[in-house]
Structures are given as structure tokens and as C-alpha cells.
């Protein structure tokens, strides 16, 4: 089985550009996640979903906005980037919060 | 919020025995987890505590204690392999996990 997979794997993308970082598991998972990596900082939510239909903010969701049509997709939409989004963006899927997150490969972004 | 705290980086020799300390401050704690991320990879899921006490799998072994905000990672019988960062994170429920910085564990030969 797939997992989690996230796409693209890179980008370079001009400040202002819309943007939107898909993420889908096969797991049946309920609940997904998006976090930021930022070098010092850790991982930080950015948004997160309960199940289908539903989204919640995170830490820092500032500049960023998801949805949730259905069980297996998360898609995360910088609507218009700025150079501060620059990081390394992971998706994550759990069956509930008290079950392990497993982790997309990420996707490596560049705000110019 | 959450403040999660633990050392940035370790080194350790091969074969030897390494201890990663997380403190934390949080409320409505539910439990805490540690990932394994290699450079350049995804976290991997390692170790979950919600009661107190030790928790051992295989070479690696979870400690928690809630009275005290404390959680430590040990890693025996260190490996080349194991060099990596070790992740603390907290979850108060309802869905939300929040990550400390990391420690990155050095193994040499």
C-alpha cells in the first residue's frame, strides 16, 4: 500500500503565486494534518481535520487555508505566497489522536 | 499552549547508551509521543506514553512522568544507523500534537 503521499516533492514558487500541495492516504484514516519544519523550530500545525467535511486551525494557519471533500484527500492552498512560507511542508494522517501520525514524504518549498 | 523543551544535540559512541530528556508544560495533557527522523525524511513513530512508567521497545525505551512534565528517550546499544533527530511531541487532545525542536543524536565510530 501507498500510505501517505504528498505532491509535488519540490517547488520554486514566485512570491504572490497561488499554490496548492496535495496529500492523500489509503489508510482510511480520520483525522489529517499539515505542519511546517522550519530549521530550529520544529514541526508546527498549520491545519488539521477531525474527519471528512470538517478543518481546524492550527498554530500558525496564517496565509494558508485547506479542505477536507473526503476521507483520503488534504489538500493545503497558499493563495498567495509570500517568502516566509519557504519550509519543508509534511502531511500526516492518525485513525484518532491517540494513535500514531504517519508522516508524507514532505514537500520541499521555495518562495522567491 | 505547549512548551516543550529538550536538548538540541547529543553525540554518543557506537555501542553506548544515550538518554534524550523532554520536559513540557502543557494543559489537558493526553500523552506523549516520540518520532525518529533521518535527514531529509518523514518522523517516524517510535514510542507512545500516557501512563507513567517505562515503556521498552526493543534497543529503545519511553519514560514518562506527568506529575513531574517529564519524558525521556532511551537508546541503547547506539548504532550508526540510529544517528538522527529524536522528536518529543505532546498531544491535549482533540487532534492537536505539538513538537518540540528536536534533538539530533551524533553516533560515532
Known amino acids: 500500500t501507498a500510505g501517505i503521499t504528498q505532491a509535488p516533492t519540490s517547488q520554486i514558487l514566485a512570491a504572490g503565486r497561488s499554490m496548492t500541495l496535495r496529500c492523500t492516504q489509503d489508510?482510511?484514516?480520520?483525522?489529517m494534518y499539515w505542519y511546517r519544519q522550519d530549521l530550529g523550530l520544529g514541526l508546527r500545525l498549520i491545519h488539521y481535520?477531525?474527519?471528512?467535511?470538517?478543518?481546524g486551525k492550527g498554530e500558525v494557519p496564517d496565509g494558508y487555508s485547506v479542505s477536507r471533500a473526503n476521507t483520503d484527500d488534504f489538500p493545503l492552498t497558499l493563495a498567495s505566497a509570500v517568502p516566509s512560507q519557504t519550509s519543508v511542508y509534511f502531511c500526516?494522517?492518525?485513525?484518532?489522536?491517540?494513535?500514531?501520525?504517519?508522516f508524507g514524504p514532505g514537500t520541499r518549498l521555495t518562495v522567491l | 499552549g505547549q512548551n516543550i523543551d529538550q536538548p538540541t544535540e547529543m553525540t554518543a559512541t557506537e555501542g553506548a547508551i544515550v538518554q534524550i530528556n523532554c520536559t513540557y508544560q502543557?494543559?489537558?495533557?493526553?500523552?506523549l509521543f516520540w518520532y525518529q527522523q533521518h535527514a531529509g525524511e518523514a518522523p517516524t513513530f517510535l514510542s507512545y506514553?500516557?501512563?507513567?512508567g517505562l515503556e521498552e521497545k526493543g534497543r529503545f525505551s519511553s519514560f514518562l512522568s506527568r506529575s513531574k512534565g517529564y519524558s525521556y528517550l532511551l537508546l541503547k546499544e547506539l548504532q550508526m544507523k540510529d544517528s538522527a533527530s529524536y522528536l518529543c511531541?505532546?498531544?491535549?487532545?482533540?487532534?492537536?500534537?505539538?513538537f518540540g525542536a528536536g534533538t539530533t543524536v551524533t553516533v560515532r565510530a
Open positions: 511531541a505532546v498531544t491535549q487532545g482533540d487532534y492537536k500534537l505539538s
Open positions: 500526516a494522517s492518525s485513525l484518532s489522536s491517540y494513535n500514531e501520525q504517519f
Open positions: 489508510m482510511r484514516h480520520n483525522a
Open positions: 502543557t494543559s489537558g495533557f493526553n500523552g
Open positions: 506514553n500516557v501512563l507513567d
Open positions: 481535520s477531525n474527519t471528512a467535511g470538517t478543518t
